[in-house]
């Protein structure tokens, strides 16, 4: 059975100390170009504690408009799954940059997209929430944002 993600839009404020620390850490190393290692000595967590949730927190500026999400999921091989993943996107729309689906194994393919999130594009973590809530998909992760 796979874990429900949820997304959510949380006030700084409201967050633990150790999800700021892990958020500066990502920081960090994206403009500075230092190691894990001196990231959070400098930031005061240890290592254990970045990798549990260095995945699982941005700032939201990070994710609107004018910026790539690239994002992978795994879903069944169904007539018209891939159709309603797109269609999603296009509802929200947002435009789809690249989009590479492996051959199914066991009835389970992997579907990598790269989508462009612009001025008119709805609520992007709606969006990714909507399509891993989608009858067949197993699993969505966000792989980066640029």
Do not use: C, W
């Amino acid at each position: 059975m796979r874990e429900e993600s949820k997304y959510y839009v949380v006030k700084q404020k409201a967050l633990p100390e150790v999800l700021i620390k892990v958020a500066q850490v990502n920081k960090l190393i994206e403009t500075k170009e230092i190691s894990v290692a001196e990231a959070t000595e400098q930031v005061g967590i240890s290592r254990s504690s970045y990798y549990k949730y260095k995945d699982d927190i941005f700032p939201f500026r990070d994710n609107v408009k004018g910026r790539t999400i690239t994002f992978v999921l795994s879903m069944d091989d169904e007539p018209g799954l891939l159709s309603a993943v797109l269609n999603k996107i296009a509802e929200f729309k947002a435009n789809i940059l690249t989009i590479h689906q492996t051959i199914p194994v066991n009835g389970v393919a992997s579907l990598t997209l790269s989508v462009d999130i612009l001025t008119t594009t709805g609520d992007s973590s709606v969006m990714i929430e909507e399509i891993d809530a989608l009858k067949g998909v197993r699993y969505l992760k966000i792989l980066s944002r640029e």
